[in-house]
């Protein structure tokens, strides 16, 4: 139950609520013993009673506290009050760059604005890479400004509450908590692949051209959309929006790479970049530097590692794996809905400085950087077609092809550790869960091919409809549950990636 003005918490003296979101509240607080004020971010008590996130946000939280920078709001204290965990940071009084986008400049930022803005969080994000932590969750709602409209307006980036250190690999199918707002979100960030600080530099690259004019990246309502472009869409550019930026849409193009190893080396090499694009003067630009292009990488794409950087992390697979992936886009669709934290929405107040929740990683030490000219990505060619073919429908000695038994092995990981605990609310409408493991197996493929089938005939037809929802006992069309999302995802994945980029009228 959230809290009211004057409740005591923890010690803190409540004065007013400053956002609240799917993980729970941020309020303005008066400390229990300073003249001063500070943001309280409490946590739901479902949320606080999971035991492995408890520990991981005690040590989490120790770490971003240790994190000292002009242009980073600063952690002061954590702990657990009526079994709820908080954490208490800098309030920050000013105005978070998506409402002051929204209500002030709906049309872009002017770029002697922007360019400042990217600077500040540039340098914040490498700083804290350096120290081992990633934030995964740079957007708009998460950079806050103060005095914006004097000569010492002040930038600072949020939301790093929550780290995530190097040896926690725990990705979104074992935990609540979203993986980064999708709007932002880097494609290896999206395909739940190891990241680093380039991970970082895609939101920024992403949240830079949201200021400049007004709109995200790929405006859309449906999340699967959103993932899909991410993963597969061309690169936006400037020009058609504001064509006096044109200067600004190489740099872009070079942040926003999908493949990791062709962005800039650091955050800070790409803010120096587009500052010296937007100079009338300047023609130069600062990128990453070349490296190889790993042997698995497509002919089609080598031309794009002439500007890749060689920050640490794994690498990310061939650019063509990404095409018609769209089980990233069912996951975190369901996590956007679900769980997303939104402390930036503004119940009472316009103009709110507050904090947000994110998980990190530890981001390897940045590399020696050296000066090239970033070339837009190569475009990848369109997808491969892939034919559907029946379900096997023999005894066990046959088995399933590799692209079955991937998917198999995927949805068997959906609800847990003991196997095979989802296969069943996929086959009860058949055997009642009764069946064997092998059982299901089979019927697991063969509504997997009947969703393909289903898209195939574009869902134009009651009978293609009915088969995209009978396989997951969904009732509507527009209200799948978690599972069913999920197993929707891993289908078009493994079985039928030629029909991905038609989730997006389920």
Not at 51 to 70: C, K, N, Q, T
Not at 193 to 212: I, S
């Amino acid at each position: 139950m959230p809290l009211t003005i004057g409740d005591n918490f923890a010690g803190y003296r409540v004065l007013r609520l400053l956002g609240s979101g799917g993980m729970g509240e941020v309020y303005l607080v008066q400390h229990p013993r300073l003249p001063r004020q500070e943001a309280l971010k409490v946590l739901r008590p479902d949320i606080s009673s999971d035991s492995s996130f408890r520990e991981r946000f005690i040590r989490e939280a120790d770490l971003a506290a240790g994190l000292r920078h002009p242009h980073i709001v600063g952690i002061h204290d954590r702990g657990e009050h009526d079994s709820q965990l908080w954490i208490a940071m800098d309030y920050i009084d000013g105005t978070d760059l998506a409402h002051l986008v929204e209500k002030r400049y709906p049309a872009g930022m002017p770029v002697e604005r922007v360019l400042p803005i990217v600077t500040a969080v540039a340098g914040a994000l490498d700083y804290a890479h350096k120290k081992g932590l990633l934030h995964r969750d740079v957007k708009p709602a998460n950079i806050i400004v103060a005095d914006l409209d004097t000569d010492e307006a002040n930038i600072y980036l949020a939301d790093f509450g929550i780290a995530r250190p190097m040896d926690d690999t725990a990705g979104i199918t074992t935990t609540n908590m979203t993986v980064g707002t999708v709007a932002y979100a880097a494609p290896e960030q999206l395909m739940g692949e190891t990241l680093d600080g380039r991970a970082d530099q895609y939101a920024l690259a992403a949240t830079t051209y949201h200021l400049l004019t007004g709109a995200p990246l790929f405006p859309n309502s449906n999340p699967a959309v959103v993932i899909s472009r991410h993963l597969n869409g061309p690169v936006p550019v400037l020009t058609d929006l504001r064509p006096e930026l044109a200067s600004l849409d190489t740099v872009l193009s070079a942040a926003l790479a999908k493949n990791s190893d062709d962005r800039f080396v650091s955050n800070t090499h790409f803010a120096r970049a587009l500052t010296e694009a937007a100079a009338p003067q300047t023609v130069r630009v600062t990128a990453a530097p070349t490296t190889p292009a790993p042997a698995s990488r497509r002919s089609d794409v080598k031309a794009e590692a002439d500007h890749a950087g060689t920050q640490g992390g794994s690498a990310r697979p061939a650019t063509s794996k990404l095409i018609g992936i769209s089980v990233a886009a069912v996951l975190l669709l369901l996590a956007v809905i679900g769980v997303l934290w939104r402390p930036w929405q503004h119940p009472q107040s316009s103009s709110t400085g507050a904090l947000t929740t994110s998980t990190s990683l530890v981001a390897p030490p940045l590399p020696a950087p050296t000066s090239a000219a970033p070339t837009p990505p190569a475009k990848s060619s369109a997808a491969p077609t892939v034919t559907v073919t029946a379900t096997p429908t023999t005894d066990a000695d046959i088995g399933f092809s590799p692209s079955e038994q991937a998917f198999l092995d995927a949805v068997a990981s959906i609800n847990g550790t003991n196997g095979y605990t989802s296969g069943p609310q996929f086959v009860s409408a058949i055997d009642g869960g009764a069946a064997s493991k092998q059982q299901q197996d089979r019927v697991l493929v063969q509504r997997g091919y009947q969703l393909c089938a289903a898209l195939g005939d574009g869902l134009d037809s009651a009978a293609a409809r009915q088969r995209v929802l009978e396989p997951l006992n969904n009732h509507s069309i527009d209200m799948f549950d978690y599972y069913g999302a999920i197993f929707i995802g891993y289908a078009t994945y493994q079985l039928c990636p030629q029909y991905s980029d038609k989730t997006g009228q389920i």
